[in-house]
């Protein structure tokens, strides 16, 4: 006979609990096994010991593990964040991104300093408190515009105790980008979008390093906001820029050609979309606010003052072919 | 009470120092003298969280009558879940820790309340609730809380890191940057409300009763219904406070302790709570182990680990009672 239960709906039979017994027991046994494959497949190196001396780093920001590589201080790097993934870093812990942060990690490595990305008073109380407690001296970035790629490596080059190499380094990503400014100085400037994601529809507006870049660059942004924005097809054509340039870092041949059309087809749909350009730029830099900054306003520059030949550039929309 | 209790805290004990050998360093083992304090802070606030769920949970399933009922599915955890983050937007930073960890438990007891109280009104029909409607009406709360919440991350983008990680807050985690205030307001919230619970389990027996029978036996059975409801609404919105909404836990693990210990509430809310605190110390274990396979890039929230294991459970359950009520037929 079977025992109903007490809970309304929900009733068991004796053989019923026998086999869900079972069943815990074979399920136990089961992540059992499973947790020490699992186990005996773990990464069982210890994090790298600390080389720079005094002065050690851990960034979850991957622009500023780039600029203190660029600066040639790699050697203070002792963790980097989850996303960076420079063949550089290979060989350090990964201890967190902006999401979460490995604090037992942290805890094993001991940094000196952490570099953080967060907006101005917006990190967790509880991450301020566990640096306290390690007494890890937490350093918040901001990398919104050039100049702040400029500060930023003062800062980081004083975390690191090399002063002199961030300067050495400032200064020729100073003097790159203003050849490049002086070199197209004469040309009309070119109005342009600066398309930051694989969906084509997210774009860099003004009051961002990019915007800095293009204007450095001999270009004019078509986006008129602040910050980064998401449009619409309609909001998109309504931009008519004379260059698209697509800012893909890393992505694949499959990916940059289906934002290409995407974007070729809104010239071609614009009345006057005769000689606008779609320019993929495809470099891992390109969007990142580290040390090839100068390298990314160069191409920047190099796409936007392209000679016009529409019939002969394959990135010629079908409106100016026509 | 005392004895299952005791047997149930040792269960969960040997769990949770098994978690504990399980770290992200990547080395199995008792962990060092500087790991440790981390390693063990871990542990117990996912089985914090684990076991508030599931103490929530039997309470739910008794009171309301519904095997289906879980934080989660009332849309109690959701309710919690935002008005944990508007409290975040209107959060000065000026205010001292305590009174933001203690103003975030006050506005997630406030939503976890809100939404009960829609679920229960609008799934009442002349005093009795029906078991399917609660679950519909707990999932268009649910549908209507998400959508707020996604409203207002698209609105407030600089949150996602305020909240210590906005996706890992959306689909339920064990938060990196908790601060021991939040931390120690939380296990205090748990910790009374769970005794509490315990207090009226004996009588959470006769609620499952129908109110006839209950009356019959000397039960005030409304007031214990409003008392078990706003305590397990407490105890549920302190952890989804600190790591939003953990799906399914309180579902799976009262069932599982009910084929173990039986249905006497006495016994089940002890078993149930150690069941959840070891399930969700484990999932955090294996999300850890997960993040040093290189199959992910970051640790992987532990709501997506209890979805995957809740989701096939609660279809199960559905298929069970659809079965017996074609059986009684």
């Known amino acids: 006979m079977s025992e109903r239960s007490l809970c309304g709906n929900c009733s068991f039979s004796r053989r019923d609990r026998g086999i869900a017994l079972r069943s815990c027991w074979i399920c136990l046994a089961t992540s059992l096994v499973i947790w020490s494959l699992l186990a005996c497949g773990c990464d069982r190196t210890k994090p790298a010991a600390a080389a720079g001396g005094a002065h050690t780093v851990a960034s979850l920001v991957p622009a500023a593990t780039d600029l203190i590589m660029g600066m040639g201080a790699s050697n203070h790097l002792v963790a980097v964040s989850n996303y960076d993934d420079d063949p550089q870093t290979t060989r350090l812990p990964r201890v967190g991104d902006y999401q979460t942060i490995d604090w037992e990690k942290l805890a094993q490595i001991r940094p000196t300093s952490i570099i953080t990305f967060y907006g101005p008073g917006r990190a967790p109380a509880g991450f301020a408190q566990r640096a306290d407690e390690l007494k890890i001296r937490q350093v918040n970035l901001k990398l919104d515009r050039l100049q702040d790629v400029y500060d930023s490596i003062g800062v980081l080059g004083e975390i690191c105790g090399e002063p002199q190499k961030a300067v050495a380094m400032a200064g020729k990503i100073r003097q790159r980008v203003e ?140 409106a100016g072919a026509r | 009470m005392l004895a299952s209790l005791a047997g149930a805290t040792l269960v969960w004990a040997i769990v949770a120092a098994g978690c504990v050998c399980v770290g992200s360093t990547g080395r199995v083992g008792w962990p060092g003298v500087e790991v440790l304090p981390y390693r063990i802070e871990i542990v117990l606030v996912a089985s914090l969280i684990g076991a508030a769920l599931a103490a929530a949970g039997v309470v739910y399933q008794a009171i309301l009558r519904n095997p289906l009922a879980d934080p989660y599915l009332l849309g109690v955890s959701s309710g919690a879940s935002l008005l944990s983050l508007l409290w975040y937007l209107g959060a000065l930073s000026a205010l001292s820790l305590p009174i933001q960890a ?17 679920v229960f009104l609008l799934s009442s029909r002349r005093r009795r609730i029906e078991p399917v409607t609660l679950i519909l009406v707990g999932v268009i709360v649910n549908a209507v809380n998400g959508s707020l919440y996604l409203l207002i991350f698209f609105r407030h983008p600089e949150l996602v890191s305020r909240g210590g990680g906005g996706f890992t807050f959306l689909v339920g985690g064990i938060q990196s940057n908790l601060t021991r205030q939040q931390e120690w307001l939380a296990a205090a919230c748990v910790g009374i409300g769970w ?110 680990l209890t979805g995957l294991l809740g989701g096939p459970f609660f279809l199960l359950l559905l298929w069970q009672t659809r079965r017996r009520s074609e059986g009684a037929m």
């Open chain 1, 179 to 318: 050849a490049i400014h002086k070199r197209v100085a004469g040309e009309p400037r070119v109005r342009a979008v600066l398309v930051v994601r694989e969906s084509g529809a997210d774009l860099a507006g003004r009051d961002t390093f990019l915007d800095d870049l293009l204007t450095e660059a001999g270009g004019v942004n078509a986006v008129t906001a602040s910050r980064y924005v998401t449009l619409d097809r309609e909001g998109l054509a309504a931009l008519r820029p004379q260059v698209v340039l697509l800012l893909l870092p890393g992505e694949d041949e499959k990916s940059v050609r289906r934002v290409k059309t995407m974007w070729e087809s809104i010239a071609a749909a614009g009345q006057d979309a005769k000689g606008c350009r779609v320019c993929p730029l495809t470099q891992t830099y390109i969007e990142q606010p580290g040390s090839h900054v100068a390298d990314a306003a160069e191409s920047f520059a190099q796409a936007l003052h392209l000679p016009r030949e529409p019939a002969s550039q394959p990135s010629a929309t079908a």
């Open chain 2, 102 to 118: 203690a103003g975030q438990q006050a506005f997630a007891f406030l939503g976890a309340l809100a939404s009960v109280a829609v």
């Open chain 2, 195 to 304: 005794i509490v619970l315990a207090c009226l389990s004996g009588q959470l027996n006769v609620a499952t009763l129908s109110e006839g029978e209950a009356q019959g036996l000397g039960v005030r059975i409304h007031r214990l219904r409003w008392i078990g409801l706003t305590t397990a609404s407490i105890v549920s919105a302190s952890v989804v406070a600190i790591s939003g909404p953990i799906g399914f836990v309180g579902l799976v693990c009262p069932h599982l302790s009910r084929l173990i210990v039986g249905r006497d509430q006495r016994r089940l809310l002890p078993a149930a709570t150690a069941l959840g605190a070891a399930l969700l110390a484990v999932a955090d274990a294996i999300s850890r182990v997960l993040s040093q396979q290189s199959l992910l890039k970051t640790q992987l929230p532990v709501g997506v």
